[in-house]
């Protein structure tokens, strides 16, 4: 089968979406499927090799900027825009992307949506074009922020377009109005010319259909997986290793970095774990560090500077790492997580979590038995967690040992390329010959 998976790029720090993106496209090349992965706006940055290393760069993000706030760049020739689309130029929009102010990125998220009718028509037409040349049985969009390219295509070659949801809700919702309102009325309107819709999890399945007021037969539910880890955590720790709490995401604010912090300060003032430590690992932008320094500062204060380690922007090698020495983890997000991709790879490697009761967190528990849960948005309720896996060794590694089980054979890769295949061949006039076995009935559907 051969798909084509659109993704748009950061170009300057890692992105969970992209990483899951191209995991997938070489699990599926891995498979025998013709996969390619094109990047959108921006060059992928990745912590493994790409799985398409010399696609173009479709929707390249100064072209789109410059197509949104000038007319004249909507009629500029093909010569120039590939200029504007040099990957150099492209990686030092990149760093800038911050500076854009919010009013235009909200008018931008609408244009796109139109697709067609938007002012970045000229990029849908080229990326029509290349899909009329290399003729591929299905197009999947990684999120529904790009789902006004669904009629286009479609219209053009005939094929199935399917879009993923992953976590549109806090971007949009973080746009201010009039722009979110527009865009959640468009996504939900343009949504209508996609296949299916495809998300990571009940929980998000159900409040995006909601809130896009989408039926139930156009939502379809495919859990992410990760490549499986060699060795679980508890094989490479020693005896006399140290209490390690970890936290695994982006540094910002609603991913619960700051709760994290909090809690720790908590936990070390009780005093029953005076050598545990703090470390936390993820993607850290320029716009970031500010806030990362706020917590530094306050972990000073608190005379715990030397037991707590950020470590940004790991590379693939150095986030295994990170995990082994783990002894358990939490990534207390504070909005509507769609699925945790942090999660599942801490079960891969057999660390068990505590998370807060919400969003997509207690289905994902329930299925793999691999943590406890704690009410959201309470420092004193996750130090509370810790301490019940700190103060209980063998509970704590049962439950690593479980969360690994489960990952092995319901989140990972493989298990997520087959799904992902015959859910796009149930669209497709192809038959690829693979048959799609439902999760057991605890699992995400």
Request: one cysteine or more.
């Amino acid at each position: 089968m051969k798909i084509v998976l659109l993704t748009p790029g950061t170009g300057s720090y890692y992105c969970g979406v992209c990483m899951r993106d191209n995991a997938l496209a070489k699990e599926l090349i891995r498979q025998g499927h013709d996969a390619v992965m094109l990047p959108m706006y921006l060059p992928l940055t990745l912590d493994e090799d790409a799985a398409s290393p010399d696609s173009e760069i479709f929707f390249g993000g100064v072209n789109v900027y410059l197509q949104q706030k000038f007319a004249l760049f909507r009629r500029t020739p093909r010569w120039l825009d590939r200029l504007l689309n040099a990957r150099g130029l492209l990686r030092l929009a990149g760093k800038q992307s911050g500076m854009t102010a919010t009013a235009d990125v909200g008018a931008l998220t609408l244009s796109m949506l139109h697709g067609e009718h938007g002012h970045q028509a000229k990029e849908l037409a080229k990326l029509v074009e290349w899909l009329r040349g290399h003729r591929p049985d299905a197009v999947w969009l990684s999120t529904a922020l790009l789902v006004g390219l669904a009629r286009g295509i479609k219209d053009a070659i005939g094929i199935p377009v399917l879009a993923s949801l992953q976590g549109e809700d806090s971007f949009l919702d973080a746009l201010p109005e009039p722009w979110r309102t527009r865009a959640w009325q468009a996504m939900g309107e343009r949504a209508w010319d996609c296949d299916a819709c495809i998300a990571p999890s009940r929980y998000y399945a159900e409040l995006m259909g909601r809130r896009m007021r989408l039926p139930a037969d156009k939502l379809r539910v495919i859990p992410n997986g990760v490549a499986a880890e060699e060795k679980a955590s508890g094989e490479r720790q020693t005896a006399n290793a140290p209490e390690t709490i970890g936290y695994l995401a982006r540094f910002i604010p609603g991913k619960g970095l700051g709760l994290v912090v909090e809690a720790f300060i908590l936990l070390k003032k009780r005093g029953r774990f005076p050598h545990a430590k703090l470390r936390c690992a993820g993607a850290m932008t320029a716009d970031d560090e500010r806030y990362v320094a706020t917590l530094r500062r306050k972990l000073a204060d608190a005379g715990l500077a030397g037991d707590a380690e950020f470590l940004p922007n790991v590379s693939r090698e150095e986030k295994t790492a990170f995990l082994h020495g783990l002894t358990l983890l939490s990534v207390p997000a504070s909005y509507g997580e769609a699925f945790g991709l942090y999660l599942i790879e801490a079960w891969s490697a057999g660390v068990p979590v505590v998370q807060p009761r919400c969003a997509a967190f207690p289905e994902l528990v329930e299925a793999t038995g691999g943590g406890i849960l704690c009410e959201p948005n309470s420092a004193e309720a996750l130090a509370n967690g810790w301490e019940t896996l700190l103060t209980d060794p063998a509970q704590a590694c049962a439950m690593g040992a479980r969360g690994r089980a489960v990952v092995a054979s319901e989140f990972s890769l493989p298990r997520m390329a087959e799904r992902f295949v015959a859910l796009t061949a149930e669209f497709s006039k192809t038959k690829c010959g693979i048959p799609f076995p439902l999760p057991p009935a605890n699992l995400p559907r």
